[in-house]
């Protein structure tokens, strides 16, 4: 069974940086995409970042803009999301996921989910 469990978040200012990390336990070989996603309150989620096993291959979201570096650790099998230069709009519940099959992007459908954990970027 895949368990996600995140941690970093919290409130920072605008211009500033924040880490997200993603510690993944269960992950078979057969796991090879996981990803960033983030739900505004009351909106939809939507897809950050992701990446292939072994860091092949990294996809960002168009409003990414070069702010954000996904990457992960293979030997504690945990994900980063580094996040610079924050904007007030980048405030939103960021969730780490996982999938075993299908494409690796940003509009995939992931099937399991960290817990969230909340960005929150004042002016």
């Known amino acids: 069974q895949v368990q996600l469990v995140q941690s970093g978040g919290g409130p920072v200012e605008a211009g500033g940086s924040l880490t997200l990390s993603c510690a993944a336990s269960g992950i078979t070989s057969g796991y090879y995409c996981l990803g960033w996603f983030r739900q505004v309150q009351r909106g939809g989620r939507e897809g950050v970042a992701v990446?292939?096993?072994?860091?092949?291959?990294?996809k960002y979201a168009e409003f990414v803009s070069g702010r954000f570096t996904i990457s992960q650790d293979n030997a504690e099998n945990t994900l980063y999301l580094q996040m610079n230069n924050l904007k007030p709009e980048d405030t939103a519940m960021y969730y780490c996921?996982?999938?075993?099959?299908?494409?690796?992007?940003?509009?995939?459908?992931?099937?399991?989910w960290g817990q969230g954990t909340q960005v929150t970027v004042s002016s």
């Open positions: 990446i292939s096993t072994g860091g092949r291959s990294e």
């Open positions: 996921a996982a999938k075993s099959s299908g494409s690796c992007s940003t509009s995939a459908v992931f099937r399991d």
